[in-house]
C-alpha cells in the first residue's frame, strides 16, 4: 500500500499536475502573460543588439541628379543607408573643388535656403526652435551659427562631419552678407549639404512603444476637426454598432435557441438551416445588407446580428439541453405542464450557462466590427484604422487596435466578476470568474516588493525558513 503524502501548498512546484498553483505564483504568472510580451516589444524596440532592419532618419539631405528626396524620419534599409550618404558625400565633394579651383557653380538663392533647411530637425529636436518658428529662416540661420560655434546638440547630436560642415557654411554666409541672419542675403555659391543621420529603426508596421504611447495620447486628447469626430466619439459609434448587433442577435437568437433545445419540433425545423447558414460567410452579405438598409449604421449592425445570430442559437440550444433532465422528472412527477417545465423548471436551470455563452459570443461580436464599419459610408475606429495604415502612421493605429482589445477583456473580467452575485445557488465564490486578474493586480506587485525589500523568495520552497 502507497501511503499519500500531503503536501502543503506553499510547497506546490510550479509544474505540479493537476494541482493548482499558489495564489503569489498565479498572480505572478498572470502579470507575466500581459507583461512578457510587453518587455519583448521594448526588447526588440530599444535593444541596440537586436533585430533593427531600417535606418530612421533625423537629419536628411537632397541629392544631384535623383527626383527621390527624404526628409527626417522616413526609414530606409540598413543596406541602403551608407549609400545614400555617400551620394550627398560626393555632392558635398563637387562643391568643395569648384570652392578650391574658384570654379562658378551659382545658385538659386532657393535652392540653397532649401539646403540650410535641412538642419531644422535638429533644432525641433532639442529644443532650440518651436513648432511656430520652424518656418522662421531667421532662426534657422541662427541654428547654423550655433552649430558653427561647435554646439553639438543634447538629444539629438551632430556628427563631426556635419559640425564641420556648420563651420563652412557659417564662413561663406558671414563673408559675403552684411547680416547673416537676414535670409535675403544668402550667398548664390552652393552651400554643402548636411550629412544624412539616422538611428537604427523597427520596420515601419512596428513602431516602439513610446511612440504609440505618445501617438496614443496626442490623439485621444486632441478635440474634433474637420478631418473628422474625435476618437471619443469614434468609440462611441463603435460600441453602439457591436452591442446594438448583439442585442438584437440575443432577443431574437435565445427564445429560439431555448425552444430548439427543448423540443425536438423546432430542432427539426430550425437549427438545419441554421447549421447550414452559418457556414456562409457574413462579409458576403455586405453590398446585400447595404441595398436593404442603405448605406449608414443600420447595415453594419445588420452585419454583427449575422455574424452572432446563427452561432447563438446552436449554442444556447445545446446548452438547453445540457440540463440535467431528472429536474425535468421531478418537475413532472409533481404535476407540472409544458409551459411550467419550460418557463419554471428550463429557464431558470440554464441561466448561468446561458450567461457564460453570452459573455463569449459578445467577444464573437467585436471580431465583426472592422468588418461592419467598412461596409457602406466607413465610420467609427475602423475608418481611423484604415485611413492612417493608408498613410503608415501605425503609429496611431496600434493604440486603436489596443483600446478594442481592452474594452472587450475589460468588458468580458467585469460579467465574469458579477456571475457569482447573479447566481448565487451555483456555489461559486465572487472573484473566481474574473480568471484571478485582480488578485494578480493586488498580489503580483505586493509579492515582488516584498521579495525584494526582504532578499528572499517567499514562494519558492527552496527559500522557505525553517
Not at 141 to 167: H, V, Y
Amino acid at each position: 500500500m502507497f501511503r499519500r503524502k500531503t503536501v502543503p501548498p506553499d510547497r506546490v512546484g510550479w509544474f505540479a499536475v493537476r494541482r493548482e498553483l499558489p495564489p503569489r505564483r498565479r498572480a505572478l504568472l498572470t502579470l507575466l502573460s500581459f507583461f512578457g510580451p510587453l518587455l519583448l516589444w521594448c526588447a526588440v524596440s530599444y535593444l541596440p543588439f537586436i533585430w533593427h532592419p531600417e535606418v530612421q532618419l533625423t537629419l536628411a539631405a537632397d541629392r544631384d541628379g535623383v527626383t527621390t528626396s527624404y526628409s527626417a524620419g522616413d526609414r530606409l534599409s540598413r543596406d541602403y543607408f551608407p549609400e545614400y550618404v555617400r551620394q550627398v558625400m560626393v555632392d558635398n565633394a563637387a562643391i568643395r573643388a569648384a570652392h578650391e579651383t574658384g570654379d562658378s557653380l551659382e545658385v538659386t538663392r532657393r535652392t540653397n535656403l532649401r539646403n540650410l533647411r535641412q538642419i531644422v530637425p535638429w533644432g525641433m529636436t532639442n529644443g532650440y526652435l518651436t513648432q511656430e518658428s520652424a518656418s522662421d529662416d531667421s532662426a534657422m540661420l541662427r541654428l547654423w551659427a550655433r552649430a558653427a560655434q561647435g554646439d553639438t546638440g543634447k538629444r539629438l547630436r551632430l556628427s563631426r562631419e556635419n559640425r564641420e560642415i556648420a563651420a563652412t557654411n557659417w564662413d561663406m554666409i558671414t563673408t559675403t552678407a552684411t547680416d547673416p541672419f537676414d535670409p535675403r542675403q544668402l550667398p548664390t555659391q552652393p552651400l554643402l549639404k548636411l550629412l544624412p543621420q539616422g538611428e537604427r529603426s523597427n520596420p515601419v508596421y512596428l513602431p516602439t512603444p513610446g511612440d504609440v504611447i505618445r501617438a496614443g495620447w496626442r490623439d485621444f486628447t486632441t478635440p474634433a476637426s474637420a478631418g473628422g469626430p474625435a476618437l471619443g466619439e469614434r468609440l462611441r459609434h463603435s460600441m453602439r454598432i457591436v452591442f446594438g448587433g448583439f442585442l438584437l442577435a440575443a432577443l431574437i437568437g435565445v427564445p429560439i435557441g431555448i425552444l430548439c433545445g427543448t423540443f425536438d419540433f423546432f430542432s427539426r425545423l430550425i437549427e438545419p438551416f441554421v447549421d447550414f447558414f452559418r457556414y456562409m460567410p457574413a462579409p458576403a452579405f455586405s453590398t446585400l445588407l447595404v441595398a436593404i438598409f442603405l448605406a449608414h449604421d443600420a447595415p453594419k449592425i445588420a452585419l454583427v446580428f449575422v455574424g452572432t445570430f446563427f452561432q447563438l442559437v446552436l449554442v444556447v440550444a445545446n446548452t438547453a439541453r445540457g440540463l440535467d433532465h431528472s429536474l425535468l422528472e421531478a418537475a413532472q412527477t409533481l404535476g407540472a405542464r409544458q409551459p411550467q417545465l419550460l418557463l419554471r423548471v428550463i429557464v431558470p436551470g440554464i441561466l448561468p450557462r446561458l450567461y457564460n455563452d453570452l459573455r463569449i459570443l459578445l467577444g464573437w461580436a467585436w471580431t465583426w466590427l472592422v468588418i461592419a464599419e467598412l461596409i457602406g459610408v466607413k465610420s467609427g475606429l475602423t475608418e481611423f484604422i484604415e485611413t492612417q495604415g493608408r498613410w503608415r502612421n501605425f503609429e496611431r493605429v496600434y493604440p486603436v487596435i489596443i483600446l478594442i482589445g481592452f474594452i472587450g477583456f475589460f468588458t468580458d473580467q467585469i460579467l465574469a466578476a458579477l456571475r457569482p452575485f447573479l447566481f448565487r445557488w451555483t456555489g461559486d465564490m465572487p472573484g473566481q470568474g474574473a480568471h484571478g486578474l485582480a488578485t494578480s493586480v493586488v498580489a503580483g506587485p505586493r509579492w515582488l516588493t516584498r521579495t525584494l525589500t526582504e532578499g528572499r523568495l517567499d514562494a519558492h520552497p527552496k527559500f522557505l525558513k525553517r
